[in-house]
């Protein structure tokens, strides 16, 4: 029996980055890691956290607020004896200085949080007692979302696909995307080549709504076209089975006929999407996707849109048929308050809502 992988390629390859982003951090840093991966967080959403962590030691150097050559050799003082305004200071530099958005600042607020909350509750010294008790990152506020539910079911309505759009968009790269770039020899060669890959990838991500990463990890086994069910390990290397819609299945079949002598896959070769790198088979990666997902809508819309925005785009059409529980359970949500973001109720159906109850 073949033995079942833990994590995905792109968590296994973010897992050798923690390793080497480790070698520059404080080794308080390698003890954090260990409890986090105790708590089965991912080494992708781990690395997030690193980067954050990176920053905020290079501003305290910077600043000059832990004076060390490296930051690597900063210690568990400097962080114990943090003010409040010197945290403040380093977020409104984030918010000025960097002009980061709210929402990007609350994940790195998030991720401070996390490494003073196992500083202050969950490590040990010689004698049975926590490094330090003196959590400053607990008295930072985070940044509440002040945007309506109208305003934000506006933004997110322009940027995804709804009802006919889904195929349309799907049809303009089987057909139309050829003609938009005939004068560009490069694009034209690659999507003579990828056609039939690149229109399973985007119909799959429309028709399931699975995130990228799971569908670069998706392997020949993991694909069933009879039952249209697909086999994911998704977000704390939780498998889960996902069902896709019909019209999927013509262009997974096109590709499937094509997989093996288009990208040279031998019997090794287990990624379900490849590419063709030096003459050899590669599983295709995210970035990879994600870079053929924004080419295509740039082409389609005049706008690059991300692989989420088609998750999205499949969220919001299925959430008009059936339960938001249901919806959880094909997304791999563990809160109903997740889900939710994704259905957007439009003006007309907000009306439509109200003039139910008179029918």
């Given at each position: 029996?073949?033995?079942?992988?833990?994590?995905?390629?792109?968590?296994?390859?973010?897992?050798?980055?923690?390793?080497?982003?480790?070698?520059?951090l404080p080794p308080y840093i390698e003890e954090y890691k260990d409890d986090m991966f105790s708590g089965n967080v991912s080494p992708s959403t781990l690395l997030g956290y690193f980067h954050d962590f990176e920053k905020f030691f290079n501003w305290l150097k910077a600043e000059g607020i832990a004076k060390v050559g490296h930051i690597k050799d900063i210690s568990l003082d400097t962080l114990e004896k943090l003010k409040l305004q010197e945290a403040n200071s380093y977020f409104s530099y984030l918010a000025i200085d960097q002009e980061l958005q709210d929402e990007s600042i609350n994940?790195?607020?998030?991720?401070?949080?996390?490494?003073?909350?196992?500083?202050?509750?969950?490590?040990?010294?010689?004698?049975?007692?926590?490094?330090?008790?003196?959590?400053?990152?607990?008295?930072?506020?985070?940044?509440?979302?002040?945007?309506?539910?109208?305003?934000?079911?506006?933004?997110?309505?322009?940027?995804?696909?709804?009802?006919?759009?889904?195929?349309?968009?799907?049809?303009?790269?089987?057909?139309?995307?050829?003609?938009?770039?005939?004068?560009?020899?490069?694009?034209?060669?690659?999507?003579?080549?990828?056609?039939?890959?690149?229109?399973?990838?985007?119909?799959?991500?429309?028709?399931?709504?699975?995130?990228?990463?799971?569908?670069?990890?998706?392997?020949?086994?993991?694909?069933?076209?009879?039952?249209?069910?697909?086999?994911?390990?998704?977000?704390?290397?939780?498998?889960?089975?996902?069902?896709?819609?019909?019209?999927?299945?013509?262009?997974?079949?096109?590709?499937?006929?094509?997989?093996?002598?288009?990208?040279?896959?031998?019997?090794?070769?287990?990624?379900?999407?490849?590419?063709?790198?030096?003459?050899?088979?590669?599983?295709?990666?995210?970035?990879?996707?994600?870079?053929?997902?924004?080419?295509?809508?740039?082409?389609?819309?005049?706008?690059?849109?991300?692989?989420?925005?088609?998750?999205?785009?499949?969220?919001?059409?299925?959430?008009?048929?059936?339960?938001?529980?249901?919806?959880?359970?094909?997304?791999?949500?563990?809160?109903?308050?997740?889900?939710?973001?994704?259905?957007?109720?439009?003006?007309?159906?907000?009306?439509?809502?109200?003039?139910?109850?008179?029918?």
């Open positions: 029996m073949a033995k079942r992988e833990r994590l995905t390629r792109q968590q296994r390859l973010h897992k050798v980055k923690l390793e080497e982003k480790l070698k520059n994940r790195k607020k998030s991720s401070l949080k996390s490494l003073f909350k196992f500083l202050t509750e969950r490590t040990e010294d010689d004698e049975g007692e926590c490094y330090f008790y003196r959590n400053v990152m607990a008295k930072v506020k985070m940044k509440k979302n002040t945007e309506t539910l109208d305003a934000r079911a506006e933004r997110i309505s322009e940027k995804i696909f709804h009802g006919n759009e889904i195929q349309d968009f799907i049809n303009f790269v089987a057909f139309d995307y050829p003609a938009a770039v005939q004068e560009q020899k490069q694009k034209l060669a690659y999507y003579k080549r990828d056609h039939e890959r690149d229109l399973a990838i985007i119909a799959l991500l429309l028709a399931s709504g699975i995130r990228v990463s799971e569908l670069a990890n998706l392997s020949l086994s993991s694909v069933n076209m009879k039952k249209r069910k697909l086999s994911v390990l998704r977000k704390g290397s939780k498998e889960a089975t996902v069902f896709f819609r019909k019209f999927a299945l013509p262009y997974l079949e096109e590709y499937k006929r094509v997989r093996n002598t288009r990208y040279k896959a031998k019997e090794g070769n287990k990624y379900y999407f490849l590419t063709n790198y030096k003459g050899t088979a590669q599983p295709l990666s995210v970035r990879a996707i994600q870079q053929l997902i924004m080419k295509y809508t740039e082409s389609y819309r005049d706008e690059k849109l991300s692989p989420h925005k088609m998750r999205h785009s499949f969220a919001t059409e299925y959430a008009k048929k059936n339960s938001v529980y249901d919806l959880m359970r094909q997304l791999g949500h563990t809160s109903t308050e997740t889900s939710s973001l994704y259905v957007n109720t439009t003006e007309a159906q907000a009306q439509q809502a109200i003039d139910n109850l008179d029918d």
